[in-house]
């Protein structure tokens, strides 16, 4: 009997002790560091212990691994394509856990991307997806609308097909406000339909009264334009804390926003 008791007490004390697989996750535009070094934006963001930084906006060459090498995330991943064919503005990805089967995602065409990436914590596999989308809110010219519908569509049909089997985490610059209490958004709820939302619900954070974007203006401070966001299947994930980051300093004309992810 007491054979048995022991035996009880240390499977108890495993289970209780087993912590649970999390990871802690930011996305960053940082406006081809036109207004901080990579060693600025590193120290700036070190003491956070972020475990993956999805980068948008980023500068090509050696700048990610700078910036990395900083925060002690000395793995990371640079995409082939950058945003609009714009200068230095690459989706990059630096994380503290090795990175496997890079990816770069086409949106239709080579403008527009998703630059993916592996990972295993606790042996279960993550797939990441670094984005920088088009802008087109709802209310401007067809032509534009209608272009940027075919490109989340686009991404989101990618997604779609993976859903059963693989662990989603979307993250950067969407470049649109999630649906709320006033307005619903049409791209956003693309990806709903198909499993993944955004960090801000599970959090119960307030978009409307909040921004991301422009962070260098004071005065558009509330102004509403959360378009920065890290999303995830619901089903298998859940968000258990979170925030946009509010600097004294800005270092860019984004905000980074963060979430701590925990298998459910």
Same mark, same amino acid.
């Given at each position: 009997m007491?054979?048995?008791? +022991? ?13 649970p697989?999390?990871? $802690? #996750? ?19 963001? $070190?003491?956070h212990?972020?475990?993956? /930084?999805?980068?948008?906006? @980023? ?10 090498? *900083?925060?002690?995330?000395?793995? /990371?991943?640079? =995409?082939?394509y950058?945003? @609009?064919?714009?200068k230095? $503005? ?15 995602v ?20 993550? *797939?990441?997806y670094? /984005?920088?989308?088009?802008? @087109? ?5 067809? *032509? ?7 490109? #989340?569509?686009?991404? #989101?049909?990618?997604?779609k ?5 693989? +662990?989603?985490?979307?993250? =950067? ?9 006033y307005? *619903? ?22 978009c409307t009264k909040?921004?991301?974007?422009n ?8 102004n ?6 890290i999303?995830y299947n ?5 968000? #258990?804390e979170g925030?946009?980051?509010?600097m ?8 980074? /926003?963060?979430? +701590?992810?925990?298998?459910?």
């Amino acid at each position: 009997m007491k054979g048995y008791i +022991l035996l009880f007490m240390i499977f108890f004390t495993f289970s209780c002790g087993k912590k649970p697989t999390q990871v $802690k #996750v930011a996305a960053y535009n940082v406006e081809f560091s036109k207004n901080a070094t990579a060693a600025e934006i590193g120290e700036a963001l $070190k003491s956070h212990n972020f475990d993956v /930084v999805c980068f948008s906006e @980023a500068p090509g060459g050696n700048w990610t691994q700078q910036v990395g090498s *900083v925060m002690g995330l000395d793995h /990371v991943v640079l =995409g082939k394509y950058s945003t @609009a064919g714009h200068k230095d $503005k690459y989706k990059t990805i630096a994380s503290r856990i090795p990175l496997y089967g890079y990816e770069e995602v086409l949106m239709g065409d080579t403008l527009h991307s998703a630059t993916s990436i592996k990972m295993k914590i606790n042996d279960t596999e993550m *797939v990441f997806y670094s /984005v920088h989308f088009p802008f @087109a809110p709802i209310g401007h010219p067809q *032509v534009f609308i209608d272009n940027v519908i075919h490109k #989340v569509q686009t991404l #989101v049909s990618h997604l779609k097909e993976r859903q059963q089997n693989e +662990l989603t985490i979307v993250a =950067g610059d969407f470049n649109f406000i999630p649906t709320n209490a006033y307005s *619903v958004n049409p791209y956003h709820d693309m990806f709903v339909d198909i499993g993944l939302d955004m960090s801000w619900k599970e959090l119960e954070l307030d978009c409307t009264k909040r921004n991301t974007y422009n962070a260098l203006r004071t005065e558009d401070n509330g102004n509403g334009n959360v378009i920065d966001h890290i999303m995830y299947n619901t089903a298998k994930m859940k968000a #258990v804390e979170g925030n946009i980051l509010e600097m004294e300093k800005q270092l860019s004309d984004h905000k980074l /926003v963060w979430a +701590l992810l925990e298998l459910r």
